[in-house]
Nanobody, 123 residues
Framework: QVQLLESGGGSVQAGGSLRLSCAAS????????MAWFRQAPEKEREFVAA????????YVTDSVKGRFTISRDDAKNLVFLQMNTLKPDDTAVYFC????????????????WGQGTQVTVSS
């Protein structure tokens, strides 16, 4: 069974930090580009960040650039999203996703998804 399981969400004050983790199982982790998406209430799903397979190149969307960092640990089948200087607008359900491709900047092609973890940032 292929599974992505997010953890690390919670409630924080504006300006605080959280680190989200995504544990992958049932797949050959090293052949997948990994990504984080988020969806806030009444908003469309947003492509947040991605990290490529093998070369570990990264992409982050402009709205979080300088605040969020994506990383991965292939030895442990983990991908992380370090979120600093959080803002209320970052409040959303954050989803981990995977695709066996190298088009890092594209939000398309993600066929494996986690269940999501809630991040709430209060003012």
């Amino acid at each position: 069974q292929v599974q992505l399981l997010e953890s690390g969400g919670g409630s924080v004050q504006a300006g605080g930090s959280l680190r989200l983790s995504c544990a992958a199982s049932g797949l050959t982790f090293t052949v997948y580009t990994m990504a984080w998406f988020r969806q806030a209430p009444e908003k469309e799903r947003e492509f947040v960040a991605a990290i490529s397979r093998s070369t570990y190149n990264t992409y982050v969307t402009d709205s979080v650039k300088g605040r969020f960092t994506i990383s991965r640990d292939d030895a442990k089948n983990l991908v992380f999203l370090q979120m600093n200087t959080l803002k209320p607008d970052d409040t959303a359900v954050y989803f981990c996703a995977a695709k066996p491709a190298d088009d890092l900047r594209s939000a398309r092609g993600y066929s494996i998804w986690g269940q999501g973890t809630q991040v709430t940032v209060s003012s």
